[in-house]
């Protein structure tokens, strides 16, 4: 299976921030990688797919970029309402694999 | 509204079967694929199957082939378990693949039913 490496697995950052989180592949997954958020008791939302297109009504201060094995979410002008989990996710293979999450405070 | 509602999940014995379904409500289920993913405590996401429109493909993580099993109706969607072990135990979500020529991506998941393997 591919794996999904993520870094950091924790953040603290302020309101207005950039933030960047990275999830690297364990071999080429083209561009078929795809971001989620989760809180604490909700289910996951997807915020991009196919590494950089924007989900429809996700806020454009979300950012996805990269190919290949490394990727990033980007999240500028950092909002309270941010604070989550973030998770990526390959959807190269069949065998779906996630990364281990990032939890952004 | 679009949604998702699992059930079934409960504490069952090592050994013992248990039926989830997926109950979809708010679109039109027999064109979407549809997944489910299960996250053991302290775990990260593990995907469990996918199943395709009409039922057309099955995929299966190879760790599950033997055990479970993924089928649908026309509102539907169930992962049989059988042979259930410890390492089973896990909240399962299903979650609808939203398509639009891209696979493997979820814009709607239930919210889970805990399934606990222990004697």
């Known amino acids: 299976d591919i794996q999904m490496t993520q870094s950091p697995s924790s953040l603290s950052a302020s309101v207005g921030d950039r933030v960047t989180i990275t999830c690297r592949a364990s071999?080429?997954?083209?561009?078929?990688l795809n971001w989620y958020q989760r809180k604490p008791g909700t289910a996951p939302r997807l915020l991009i797919y196919?590494?950089?297109i924007l989900q429809s009504g996700v806020p454009s201060r979300f950012s996805g970029s990269g190919s290949g094995t490394e990727f990033t979410l980007t999240i500028s002008n950092l909002q309270p309402e941010d604070s989550a989990t973030y998770f990526c996710?390959?959807?190269?293979?069949?065998?779906?694999?996630f990364g281990g999450g990032t939890k952004v405070e | 509204e679009v949604h998702l509602e699992e059930s079934g999940g409960g504490l069952v014995k090592p050994g013992g079967s248990l039926r989830l379904s997926c109950v979809a409500s708010?679109?039109?289920?027999?064109?979407?694929?549809m997944t489910w993913v299960r996250q053991a405590p302290g775990k990260r996401l593990e995907w469990v199957a996918t199943?395709?429109?009409?039922?057309?493909?099955?995929y299966m993580a190879d760790s599950l082939k033997g055990r479970f099993t993924v089928s649908r109706d026309s509102v539907k969607v169930y992962l049989q378990m059988n042979s259930l072990r410890g390492d089973d135990t896990a909240v399962y979500y299903c979650?609808?693949?939203f398509g639009g020529g891209y696979q493997g991506a979820f814009d709607v998941w239930g919210q889970g039913t805990l399934v606990n393997v222990s004697s």
């Open positions: 071999q080429t997954i083209v561009s078929y």
């Open positions: 199943i395709t429109t009409g039922s057309r493909n099955i």
């Open positions: 708010g679109f039109t289920f027999s064109y979407y694929s």
């Open positions: 996710q390959q959807a190269y293979s069949t065998a779906l694999t």
């Open positions: 979650a609808r693949d």
């Open positions: 196919a590494a950089s």
